[in-house]
């Protein structure tokens, strides 16, 4: 063994009545890498990545997350991963140092880990002047930006991040990567979807899900190669043709 | 136990921050204890009356001012045909009409006795027979007026009557606000305790922060008990305020311990903020919160006791006033406000409204789902 698996997943299947969400998909994903999973909308990738964090049963299948088993140990898994869903999900209504004492509290850090982290957070985000402001106030770039770091704010192994760049303008997409690398760089493994074809570049490794399915899985140099495509745009497309799902 | 510290602070952050909530939370109970008990009174007043006169004689005048000066009534039409006081029921104008016949003093003079003729709008029911017994009751005192008059004294009364004299127990002067005020005392807690509540956790699932949430290692448990505290205290809080206005507005003193009625109201709110939050599990979007929170407040209501009386119902709406938490409290408090009970007196009704509280939050927190 070369390298340690912290997502293991096989034929991990999500079904809601007839219809197949995911479908048997099989991956793995190894510690500290950046692993992109792209697919056009209600390609199941979503569904996918809330059944590895332990907010959705799969119906088949099976998968562990850091170690656990995601049927027997949602609970666990939780302990061990952020999220940052495609919702904006911190309270808007809550100042940032608020929302950073709240999330570091349910994580279960010290008062002087959440001082020390908040200060860390709002110095690296550069909020120091909005540190007491409500989050409501906060252009979308600084919102996703902050949502990221108080998904990683109990240092988890794992951070699955949804879309994160939705609606978010180029500067702000190339500083919120800016952040995944150093992020990376500590060691925690990054699991993110887009549908941004120009982000997977930045990944270590792509999947590309068509109708729930995963139709293609290498670096995207490897991808390239494979069919024989200029950049990733060409490879999505050739690959995505043959889609039968509508976006949503 | 810390995880519980920091979900509090942040649902009293949040509270203290709404402005509307705070007004929900003050004003409220302002508003309907200074209006309801006023407004909302059994006692009917502003009978309209309608008296047609076929006699014209003293008698009938005597009888007419007599009925006008009881302050039950409102005299709009007087007449001699009864055509008219009958089109002004048909135009609603009039609730009652009376009809004084033609030679009404003679022949009760005469034959000693007369008929008089009621005839009730009786579409609001409870204004028709109310008015009814009114008239009544201003006609049998009259006919005793005469008979005092006329009849020479004698050294025994012909006719033996028996003088029912009652006393009223616990409200002597069967004012009105006595007996509604600790009734809207307990509406004011479930409007707090299971409306609110209920459209708590629905708002964190529409604006995603659930999701978040059910994404830490956070204990369901600790998470609905998050929720509960919060809705306790600001419960507590409009009962503190709701007691102040009882004593100073309507000078209701709690005959009973005030630790007990406290008991009661911790308990109550447990359990209808249970109901709340079992709704929100429920629920997926604030508008079905809201319906179904408005589909039990209702029945709960009219069904509690507080606007009718449970003992008047019929039995199978009996037994489901049994299932009406609302029900339970509106009947101690004012066991303990007005007559003093003690705990043994009261101690079926808290062992219900505990077994109650008990099922409902472990029911919001078994349906609580972190995953789905």
Redesign the interface.
Known sequence: MDKEMVIKADKLTKRFGDFTAVDAVSFDVAKGEIFGFLGANGAGKTTAMRMLCGLSKPTSGEASVAGFDVFRYPEKIKKNIGYMSQKFSLYEDLTIKENIEFYGGIYGLTNKQIKDKGTELIDMLDLQAEANKLVRGLPLGWKQKLAFSVAIIHEPKIVFLDEPTGGVDPANRKQFWELIYETADKGITIFVTTHYLDEAEYCDRVSIMVDGKISALDTPSGLKKTYNAKDMNEVFFQLARNATRSGD | M??L???L??EF??IF??PGMLRIILIMPVIQLLVLPRAADYEIKNINIAIEDYDHSVVSQQLTNKIISSGYFKLVGYHNDYNKGYELIERDKADIVLEIPVDFEQKLIRNNSQDLLVAVNAINGTKAIIGNGYLSSILMDYNKEIRMKWLPPTRFNELPTIDIVSSNWYNPNLVYAVFMVPGILVLLLTLIGGNLSAFNIVKEKE???I????????KKHIFIMGKLIPFIIMGLVVFTLGMIIAVVVYGIIPVGSMLLLYLFALVYLVTLVGFGLLISTYSETQVQAQSLTFFFLIIFNLMSGLFTSIDSMPHWAQIITRFIPLSYFIEVMRMIVLKGSHFHDVAYQFTILIIMGLVLNTWAIINYR???
Do not use: S
């Open positions: 810390r995880t510290m920091f979900l602070r942040k952050r949040q921050r709404d604006i995603g922060t999701e978040q949430i059910n994404v830490t290692p956070i972190k995953t789905t």
